[in-house]
């Protein structure tokens, strides 16, 4: 099975390259949902309860029966993809990328203002080394899930009208959000930065000269083992590369797929079924500014899968959108759900271009969400940072509002 599964992938990725462009959401999404199979390919999977429980870390036969659901929504990736092709293969896969640098500017800076802004917030609350303390003592509000936006914006925003200070600026505070721990937003905003220098810069190969190369390297070392490397900063403030006294098959081991994958086969085990109401509800309470003080949760799937064990988990246990798509309608819940997440693709894919200003920065920051995050996520819970980027762009907005404003008066 895991031969049939790798069969698919190499075509669908094939195709997508063909029809969609290499530098594209929908490619990209392409392979982040490879990199997540990875575990149904090989047959293998790490037990979700006891690696954030009993916090040990083994090796398990996958089940059969999850290979035949990953096969499906593959399966129904690749219908999507063909779907949603345009027939002349021959168009211009990187036209020339539509940018207002005015609007990109204040936009630019406003981010800039708003992360420095957030930083004095953290930093205040628990010290200007806020980033190296534990992950369970950080301040976790919204406005701190808010702030990792402002720096993934204004990144996108500084790329796009070419501004090598600005960029470094934001690299610089993305790099703290690493610290902090939080490498899922290193892996966003790379694939945001990807398919935005090269629709710039009109292809893939561009991204492989001068520090592209390198940086594409390091970026992939942060994604994959990001873990270790932060862990072994905040306790030896840089000294070493990995955990110490962690062996290079334990690092391997938390390569996060592996645990993602357990959620099908653990859903499949304890019947765990979400009612379509139930689902609606999760995901279209992302339409709320607050979902909670509505008594809405948007967080449903991984809310109900903790409760199914018999243990209390607080973290870690994060959520898979393959199991999700499963607990809601079995296949065909599964073909729904990849089908719809090939459309939100697209969709990014086309607006992308369409766009030229902040929308366009708020656009590519989703595609990234979508390319490499919404594997490791429920539904509901993706819609959560669609909603985040949403507000995040409403207040640079704002804010970049008023420097034009000031500006102006200051003339």
Same mark, same amino acid.
């Given at each position: 099975?895991?031969?049939?599964? @790798? ?65 499906? *929504? ?13 027939? &002349? ?57 808010? @702030?990792?936006?402002?720096?993934? $914006? ?29 490498? %899922?937003?290193?892996?966003?905003? %790379? @694939? *945001? ?12 190969? %561009? /991204? ?9 390297? !390091?970026? !992939? ?7 270790? $490397? ?16 962690? #062996?290079?098959?334990?690092? /391997?081991?938390?390569?996060?797929? =592996? ?5 099908? #086969?653990?859903?499949? &085990?304890?019947?765990? &079924? ?12 992302? =339409? =709320? ?9 948007? +967080?449903?799937?991984?809310? =109900? ?14 959520? #898979? ?13 599964? $073909? ?21 200003? /902040? ?17 490791? +996520?429920?539904? &509901? ?28 008066? *200051?003339?």
């Amino acid at each position: 099975m895991g031969f049939a599964v @790798a069969f698919i992938v190499i075509l669908t990725f094939i195709y997508c390259v063909r029809c969609h462009g290499l530098l594209s959401f929908t490619t990209l999404g392409c392979v982040g949902m490879a990199i997540y199979s990875i575990p149904g390919i090989i047959g293998l999977e790490m037990p979700i309860y006891v690696s954030v429980v009993a916090k040990q870390r083994f090796l398990v036969d996958a089940p059969d029966a999850s290979d035949w659901v990953l096969l499906t *929504a593959w399966l129904a990736f690749m219908a999507g993809a063909m779907m949603t092709a345009r027939i &002349d293969t021959k168009r211009q896969f990187y036209p020339p990328v539509a940018v207002n640098e005015r609007r990109l500017s204040h936009v630019m800076w406003a981010c800039a203002f708003l992360s420095l802004a957030t930083f004095a917030y953290s930093a205040y609350n628990l010290g200007p080394l806020y980033f190296l303390a534990d992950r369970a003592e950080q301040v976790n509000d919204a406005i701190t899930l808010t @702030a990792k936006w402002f720096v993934a $914006i204004g990144l996108v925003s500084s790329l796009l009208i070419s501004s090598r200070k600005m960029t470094a600026f934001f690299i610089a505070m993305l790099a703290l959000r690493f610290l902090s721990g939080d490498r %899922t937003m290193v892996a966003i905003v %790379t @694939a *945001a930065a990807v398919l935005t220098l090269g629709h710039k810069n009109g292809g893939a190969r %561009t /991204l492989f000269q001068g520090l592209g190369a390198p940086a594409l390297a !390091a970026a !992939a070392v942060i994604v994959v083992f990001g873990k270790p $490397i932060y862990i072994s900063i905040k306790n030896y403030f840089g000294i070493g590369i990995l955990e110490s006294g962690t #062996s290079i098959q334990d690092t /391997l081991l938390t390569f996060e797929p =592996l645990i993602i994958y357990s959620h099908l #086969s653990h859903v499949m &085990d304890t019947g765990l &079924d979400i009612g379509f109401l139930q689902f609606l509800v999760s995901v279209l309470g992302n =339409l =709320l500014l607050v979902p909670s003080a509505f008594g809405v949760s948007t +967080n449903l799937y991984n809310e =109900l899968v903790q409760s199914s064990f018999t243990f209390n988990v607080t973290y870690g246990v994060a959520g #898979s959108f393959l199991a999700h798509g499963w607990a809601v309608g079995g296949a065909v819940g599964v $073909i729904l759900f990849y089908f719809g997440y090939v459309m939100a693709l697209v969709w990014c894919d086309r607006q992308f271009v369409k766009q030229s200003g /902040l929308r366009k920065a708020m656009i590519a920051c989703a595609g990234g969400v979508l390319a490499f995050y919404a594997h490791r +996520n429920g539904m &509901d819970n993706l819609g959560s940072f669609m909603r985040q980027i949403a507000i995040a762009g409403l207040i640079v907005s704002f804010v970049s509002a008023l420097f034009v404003a000031f500006y102006a008066e *200051a003339k």
